[in-house]
């Protein structure tokens, strides 16, 4: 089953949801203020895992606030009015639980998994940081250094490197082509009051959105979230309605140009991506390329793995990947060599997708990799984290929520002809190719 989430008025009856599946309730509720509420409760688990979702990525950042959304990520753990930072990390490591962030190209997350018992004082401390951050001026600076040293750190590592400049190529010319971390120059740069601009203008009621899953008793959370909003000095007016979703309707303009990248580093492997523009975060086939990356490039079995690795010895690593956002995204054929190999390794891996291209894969490789994906999505779904973070996804990019089953079904639905199809599409597409390596760019 597939469950809708529309962007109603909140206290709105239709706007709810509450469903029993597999043995676990999920629920959805629109608090005043517009903030959203999710929760998949799982009997018999003695943890939670609380994510505050704020609909903001490296995506919307205007010039001068460049590297904003992924400062904020470092400074609300710096302290509130309520809370130093010390009393933060006190507030987890005290209870055994564990708590980060993470800053993406459309939305950022703040999240804590602790036992069940320990969900309030999570709630209450993730609320105070998103609510009542200060954004102390002399702990900016020290940030700043922080957030260098996670750029160089980065820098260092030439898959990374590989991976950032892919996606910038392909996606040149739009903002999601743009670093999620920043880059030196604009972290440098950027002044507080842009930093305190773009927290003042995103982290709002109506942006907000709690998902939480495990032990968790849906309407004490509402109740709990509610009050630590309020402490937090956030006005929730009944009548407030949710920040609209992305538009989703694809990108134009983006992608149409094959480029290439050399980048010189002194290292003793070359890493090398090839690849274009892929499927949007709504599409539809994004099941079918699901089951396209398992056989092109997806595990041991994997068509890459076993040509280059196994056959030819050319690389320990290669395989492909999918990356999704709203109205685009990006396909990519990965592989670590040789820097004397590179041409023969990039040579093989645009082989193997023309030749998905060419012909279906066989019944096999379909069967094979339906089981890889279910398993897999099954496995994962173990993880009170992996629930939490699938109902923040479909709250704030698809508006839908799969059931497990319907997602399995979905996953058992797709068909050798639909991935054949899907692999003609990628495979004439323009490609860019980046390379980083010990060359002469």
Same mark, same amino acid.
């Given at each position: ?11 709105n009856p239709e706007n709810e949801l509450n469903v029993e599946h597999d043995g676990a309730i999920i ?71 564990? !708590? ?150 694809? +990108? ?41 990356? !398992? ?8 068509? +890459? ?9 050319? !690389? ?34 645009? !082989?193997?997708?023309e030749k998905m291209a060419d012909s279906a894969i066989t ?79």
């Open positions: 089953m597939v469950w809708s989430l529309p962007l109603l008025e909140s206290g629920r959805r509720t629109v608090l005043p203020g517009g903030v959203r509420v999710l929760t998949e409760q799982l009997p018999g688990q003695r943890s939670a895992t609380v994510g505050a979702w704020v609909n903001v990525g490296s995506r919307d950042e205007q010039d001068g606030h460049y590297g904003s959304t992924h400062f904020l990520e470092h400074l609300l753990f710096k302290g509130t009015p309520r809370r130093t930072a010390m009393d933060i990390a006190e507030s987890f490591d005290a209870v055994g639980g564990e !708590a980060n962030a993470v800053t993406g190209k459309e939305n950022t997350c703040y999240y804590a998994r602790v036992l069940d018992t320990d969900l309030p004082m999570a709630v209450d401390v993730i609320s105070d940081m998103v609510t009542s951050a200060l954004l102390d001026p002399e702990e900016l600076e020290t940030e700043r250094g922080v957030i260098l040293e996670e750029l160089a750190m980065n820098d260092d590592d030439p898959g990374d490197v590989a991976h950032e400049q892919f996606s910038a190529t392909v996606l040149a010319g739009h903002d999601l082509g743009r670093p999620i971390g920043g880059t030196p120059e604009t972290i440098n740069k950027v002044p507080r009051e842009a930093v305190w601009a773009h927290y003042q203008e995103h982290y709002q009621p109506e942006t907000l959105v709690f998902t939480a899953a495990g032990n968790v008793d849906h309407d004490v959370l509402c109740g709990q979230i509610s009050d630590a909003l309020k402490i937090g000095g956030w006005q929730l007016d009944d009548g407030a309605i949710p920040r609209a979703r992305r538009d989703t309707t694809a +990108l134009e303009g983006i992608g149409l140009t094959s480029r290439e990248l050399t980048i010189s580093r002194s290292v003793e492997q070359a890493n090398v991506i090839i690849g274009s523009t892929g499927i949007t975060a709504t599409d539809d086939r994004r099941f079918q390329l699901s089951v396209l990356t !398992a056989v092109l490039g997806g595990g041991m079995s994997s068509r +890459l793995f076993q040509e280059i690795r196994e056959r030819r010895g050319l !690389a320990y690593s290669t395989y492909c990947f999918g990356s999704s956002h709203v109205g685009t995204g990006t396909f990519g054929l990965y592989a670590g060599c040789a820097p004397t190999k590179v041409d023969q390794v990039t040579e093989l891996l645009v !082989a193997e997708l019944e096999a490789e379909l069967k094979r990799s339906i089981g890889q994906l279910s398993g897999s999505l099954v496995l994962g779904l173990e993880d009170s984290g992996s629930r939490m973070n699938r109902l923040g996804r479909a709250e704030l990019v698809t508006g839908d929520l799969y059931s497990l089953q319907e997602t399995l079904e979905r996953i058992q639905a797709v068909t050798r002809e639909e991935v054949q199809s899907l692999a003609i599409e990628l495979a004439e597409r323009p490609r860019s190719v980046v390379r980083v390596g010990p060359f002469t760019a």
